[in-house]
């Protein structure tokens, strides 16, 4: 099954090969991706192997605690069809840099933008290929290494390759099993309960693990956030933690870049209502198999070595539900979310590197030799793909893949999403406030992370708070707005902001589809 | 980006149409938006500071925290589909004002 599932991707980049001809379809797919199309890639991308594995899990530890990830997951869509979807598709061309770059000095801000993607892009991919890894070896018996280094190279390939068309027919194939997946194993969860929900909610309530361990009723809060639990930060760090999903996914480059894949604003606000239709459903679902789970097994099925490995929760349950057959689809479909994960955000790094960073900071954003940049793009998702392959052997299998993700979201939230609204929506704004917002955006999330208790101090944490985006977010936008008003007002930038707007509102002169 | 310098931006900025629209557009999305985060923050608020109110069993063993974080899905789908139903209304209004240009 895996082997299908490779296979048929492979032929899908070979088939995008042939028709990547230009940089517009190298990095956008030729802007030809439809509404529901973009929804189900947008929703692939989102739905990772953390989410689909890492939740399934948090529920069946920490119950209704752990459903808050996904109660966030999907309301921060909200954020995204409201405020950035439509502008972002209209004023920009490749990446999130291009709309700041607009009335603001290029140079700087794709700079520092760049380095915000490539940081985000870069952690979120380490938690992914770590993931990747142990997953594989538990599911298929390779050894760590290999498995980092094949899902690495296959990965390659299809950005290599295919770029974002192969990636995004990867990612709307996954989306597609893993949901086929999702609602067969639902079923079975409600058939092993009768398909009554009043002895679902009861079996939960008195959840006993298989009969492994004392009931606990998963039904009611604060088993991971309550203060019993976690101390008296534990509410304001969910608060946080909320707070950081909600308008963090807003900021994510891999999730933004995909809305330049379709032809205009008006089918980015649709794939967004599809995506949101998808993702809400699926989260929603991760409550039968979290819960259902702990009423189903018994926690020393998933016990190795001692330790509890809750990211075997979905996959073991479909395989004492389902049988060997549903468990190597279960884990065909993990499988298949990793490697289509872990291509997206190398597209959108290469994407950021190339297009902003070589092209427009190197060479003043001058028409290069045509092909060059699609050149670069390459080389970088190679360099990029060879670096989280390195890193994630050298961290090794035990990293805690829940901090890395945690800093890709507080960069998002605190670095990216204030200089994406404040450049859309406020005319002051200038050059200066944009670095400084992502500046110190990325400095201060980095910095909180580290010093909190997933970071590098352990429970003796000087910062009390595992998720920084409550303080970290309000220092984003305090930093760009005073590097903003305590420089001089930049009559440029201002002159240009009534051409962003119109553009941004009414699509008047953005980038069109391009035939193929 | 070929038809940057045959468009008049400030001109059709200051479009009485275009402020009517931009207009229009804030009344919806500022008012929504806050509402949905206020919505959504008093999950975890509640969650955190009330836990025993939010146990309450209000069906079986479902309680008022499971079925306030259901409302959440129900929330973003219905402000989804009313951004779109009102949104579909100022594309219409945005290709008024651009009529004829670019």
């Not at chain 1, 979120?124 to 094949?150: C, H, N, R, S, T």
């Not at chain 1, 998963?218 to 999903?245: N, R, T, Y």
Request: charged share 10%; proline share 4%.
């Amino acid at each position: 099954m895996f082997l299908a599932f490779v296979g048929l991707t492979l032929l899908i980049t070979f088939w995008a090969a042939k028709k990547n001809t230009g940089a517009s379809a190298y990095f956008a797919a030729g802007r030809s991706i439809t509404g529901w199309q973009n929804g189900l890639a947008v929703a692939g991308d989102y739905m990772s192997a953390a989410s689909f594995l890492g939740i399934s899990g948090m529920i069946y530890v920490a119950g209704y605690d752990g459903f808050m990830y996904s109660v966030g997951f999907l309301v921060a869509y909200i954020t995204v069809l409201l405020i950035v979807a439509e502008p972002l598709r209209n004023a920009g061309k490749y990446t999130m840099a291009d709309l700041l770059a607009y009335r603001l000095k290029p140079r700087p801000v794709r700079a520092l933008a760049s380095l915000s993607t490539l940081v985000v892009s870069t952690f979120y991919m380490i938690a992914q290929m770590v993931g990747a890894g142990a997953i594989i070896k538990q599911l298929i018996g390779i050894d760590f290494e290999p498995a980092v280094i094949g899902v690495g190279v296959l990965m390659l390939v299809y950005v290599v390759f295919g770029g974002m068309l192969a990636t995004t027919w990867v990612q709307i194939i996954k989306a597609l099993l893993l949901m086929v997946g999702a609602l067969l194993l639902s079923y079975l969860v409600l058939q092993f309960h009768d398909f009554s929900f009043t002895k679902f909610f009861d079996a939960v309530a008195h959840a006993d693990y298989g009969g492994s361990a004392e009931p606990k009723n998963l039904m009611e809060p604060g088993l991971k956030f309550g203060v019993a639990v976690a101390g008296p930060w534990g509410p304001i760090d969910l608060i946080s933690l909320c707070l950081g999903l909600v308008l963090g996914t807003a900021g994510l480059p891999h999730i933004l870049v995909r809305f330049y894949t379709v032809p205009d604003a008006k089918t980015a606000r649709s794939s967004v209502v599809w995506a949101m239709a998808i993702i809400g459903l699926f989260y929603i679902m991760t409550t039968l198999f979290g819960f259902g789970a702990a009423t189903i097994i018994d926690k020393a099925t998933l016990t190795t070595a001692g330790k509890l490995d809750v990211n075997m929760v979905a996959p073991v349950l479909a395989q004492v539900l389902g049988g060997e057959l549903f468990f190597a689809f279960i884990s065909a479909v993990a499988f298949a979310t990793i490697l289509a994960v872990v291509a997206g955000l190398t597209m959108s790094a290469s994407a950021s590197f190339a297009h902003d960073f070589y092209s427009n900071v190197i060479h003043h954003g001058k028409e290069n030799r045509p092909g060059q940049e699609i050149r670069v793009a390459r080389i970088t998702a190679f360099c990029v793909g060879a670096a989280s392959i390195a890193f994630a052997i050298y961290l090794g299998p035990t990293v805690n893949a829940a901090f890395l993700v945690g800093l890709a979201f507080s960069v998002a939230a605190s670095a990216n999403l204030p200089v994406i609204v404040l450049s859309v929506f406020w005319k002051r704004f200038n050059t200066s406030g944009a670095v400084a917002g992502l500046a110190v955006g990325l400095v201060a999330s980095i910095l909180l992370i580290l010093l909190s208790p997933s970071g590098i101090y352990g429970k003796d944490a000087p910062f009390p708070l595992s998720n920084p985006g409550i303080v970290s977010i309000p220092i984003g936008f305090l930093a760009a707005w005073l590097g903003t008003i305590l420089t001089p007002r930049d009559p440029e930038a201002e002159a240009k902001y009534a051409e962003l707007t119109v553009r941004a509102h009414t699509g008047l002169g953005s980038e069109k589809a391009t035939a193929h | 980006m070929s038809e940057k310098s045959s468009v008049n931006w400030e001109q059709l900025e200051a479009k009485p149409e275009f402020r009517a629209l931009l207009a229009k557009k804030k009344a919806f999305i500022v008012p929504a938006f806050v509402f949905g985060m206020l919505y959504y923050l008093a999950l975890p608020v509640l969650v955190g500071y009330f836990p025993e109110m939010m146990k309450t069993k209000v069906w079986g063993e479902v309680n008022v925290a499971y079925v306030f974080a259901l409302s959440q899905f129900i929330m973003a789908w219905v402000m989804a589909f009313l951004y779109v139903r009102v949104a579909t209304q100022w594309d219409k209004a945005a290709a008024a004002v651009i009529h004829g240009q670019g």
